[in-house]
Nanobody, 124 residues
């Protein structure tokens, strides 16, 4: 599975950006899709995620400002970011988990994949 993230850039405080992450390759079922971010000198953190059934989770710092969504037909996850703040500046990475069933046993298997990241800079 390959992931292609896009949509990052430079935006002023209070502005908006929409990130996209498209998955391609040997996809069975994308059970989990999420956005993480890593700022310079800081640990990687979860921003938001969405499960195949539609359940979403958000970091407290982005609740009410960011919205995660997915298009299952396009195997794509989106992150709409509004009211951006300088502290949102980071490399944003998408992460997905592909659910497949082993051919021999039929047992389920989850395999995770990271995208290459897209830089978001919030600055005046």
């Amino acid at each position: 599975v390959q992931l292609q993230a896009s949509g990052g850039g430079l935006v002023q405080p209070g502005g908006s950006l929409r990130l996209s992450c498209a998955a391609s390759g040997s996809i069975d079922s994308l059970h989990y899709m999420g956005w993480y971010r890593q700022a310079p000198g800081k640990q990687r953190e979860l921003v938001a995620d969405i499960f195949s059934g539609g359940t979403t989770n958000y970091a407290d710092s982005v609740k009410g400002r960011f919205t995660i969504s997915r298009d299952n037909a396009r195997n794509t996850v989106y992150l709409q970011m509004n009211s951006l703040k300088p502290e949102d500046t980071a490399v944003y990475l998408c992460y997905v988990e592909n659910l497949r069933y082993l051919r021999d046993s039929g047992a389920p298997e989850l395999v995770g994949y990271w995208g290459q990241g897209t830089l978001v800079t919030v600055s005046s």
